[in-house]
């Protein structure tokens, strides 16, 4: 690990005015770190794939809003400080949205998820062993310009979906999944004052620059979640496949909400985990959807969309028959909760 | 204020003649702004901070207060197993994978491989070392350990323990299956997996009636 200088602060305007005095050219490469729960910042700075000057401790605010879980008039407000743990037994998140309680159970292990804030959790690096591993020169997302030894190298547990020919690493979070899928709103301080992003809008596709991974400005710091409420969301899971039952990432996950009446679904939210680079939102499926029963042939027929543009490489390419097993059982599953 | 709030008071020389010695503007604390206020428009003086220089730090460690100077680098297991002398802790794989050096932060259990020692001051730590009392009677989560052979070789088990007194602090120990889950973060190599929730199940029993009493 490199030397950093650590910095405590109690409040963000502090914290913010210390990280806007190192600017780097996107929010991954500014000089000075945020640290929250640290499982992942202090991971890839002991394995030097990150190697920030300065470390800006934000426990400090945990008292404060940032902390906090809070009901609001159409939906709920996650704290970006809320630790994963705290909002997966949140008695509100669990009734009202079982699906984002889930991704953050079936997240991690216990020790990791008491330490993890919600905030980093979004922002948690990729598990790609090529940008894990500074011996291998290639990595696009490391190391801009030099190319992607996962291309044409051990490529099992690499995206399918949103890929570049730049890099096929796999976003690895759950969490994340929900939130795109709930169309929540990330709120976000920074040296030019607060603004509110779409989580749709957080993350960027790799293409051309696969090292600038969300449109966060160096030094901008997330806040909170809303996240929009709707009854029928009670109706909603979170679904994960991997090679272990528990403490392991996704190797396809699939987070489901429905809106049905009077047996047709009126309303679908679907994200999918495990196979795309970002957090990925299956538009085409919740359109397939739309308007039909479920039944064997819809939620097929949704699966189908949802990978129609898939790209598998070597060993990969089992992820676009999974993940579509995945979505099916997880729609079907759904479709069986009463609310 | 002058200083951000709780900044750690560091030691050794300042040279300023070192390369990685590099300016740190220092910043004034503000009322909480408006979210259109512009931080950056206010003025900051300039001061110099070497990296390498190390921390003063106080540490409260199964309930005494220790001090200690360290890299600002240093993790909560290091300052733990290489500063402190207290080797209870174990280090595994060292990137938050194994569990084996799970501690109790404020009771909660936490890494201490991915815990900076610096960040868990003004926290209470409790290590293996902490939690048989005074008189040398054992946690009941350290006797059930003992009683259901919830080991074999035994790097994991103070990791195991820690964060079984955790899962049933937590209330997370209900069923086997619960235990299983909520245990997932601890890997054991001998496999002692079957032991381990028998003794999680005998502990949870002991544990209840103590908090009752």
Known sequence: MQPFVFERVDAPASAIRLAADERGGSALANPAQYLAGGTTLLDVMKLEVMRPHRVIDINGFDDTAIGQVMATRDGIRLGALVRMAEAADNPTVRRDCPMIAQSLKLAASQQLRNMASLGGNVLQRTRCPYFRDVSYAACNKRNPGTGCAAMNGFNREHAVLGTSERCIATYPGDFAQAMIALDAIVETMGAQGGRLIPFAALHRPPAERPDVETVLQPGELITAFEVPLAPWMRRSLYLKVRDRESYEFALASAAVALDLRDGMVAEARIALGGVATVPWRATAAENALRGQRIDDRSVAAAAEAAFAAARGREHNSFKIALGKRTLVRALNEAAAITI | ?213
Do not use: W
Request: charged share 25%; net charge positive.
């Open chain 2, 1 to 213: 204020m002058t200083a951000p709030d709780r900044r750690i008071p560091r030691r050794g020389s300042r040279d300023g003649s070192s390369r990685r010695e590099f300016l740190l503007a220092g910043a004034s604390t503000v009322a909480a702004p408006g979210f259109t206020q512009t931080l950056a428009a206010q003025p900051a003086p300039a001061r110099r901070i070497d990296p390498r220089m190390r921390l003063d730090l106080r540490l409260t460690i199964n309930g005494h207060e220790r001090r200690v100077a360290l890299d600002a680098r240093t993790t909560l297991l290091d300052a733990l197993r290489d500063h402190l002398g207290l080797t209870g802790t174990k280090k595994g794989c060292d990137h938050g994978q194994c569990g084996a050096c799970t501690v109790l932060l404020d009771g909660r259990r936490v890494l201490s491989c991915l815990t900076l020692a610096a960040s868990a001051q003004g926290r209470g730590i409790t290590t293996i070392e902490g939690l048989a009392k005074s008189d040398g009677e054992l946690h009941p989560m350290q006797q059930a350990f003992i009683d259901n052979d919830a080991f074999q070789c035994g790097y994991c088990t103070p990791g195991q323990i820690l964060s079984a007194v955790g899962c049933v602090n937590e209330g997370h120990a209900g069923s086997d299956a619960d235990i299983r889950e909520y245990m997932s973060g601890n890997l054991c190599r001998c496999a002692a997996y079957p032991n381990i929730v028998a003794a999680v199940n005998q502990a949870k029993l002991v544990m209840k009636t103590a908090m009752r009493d």
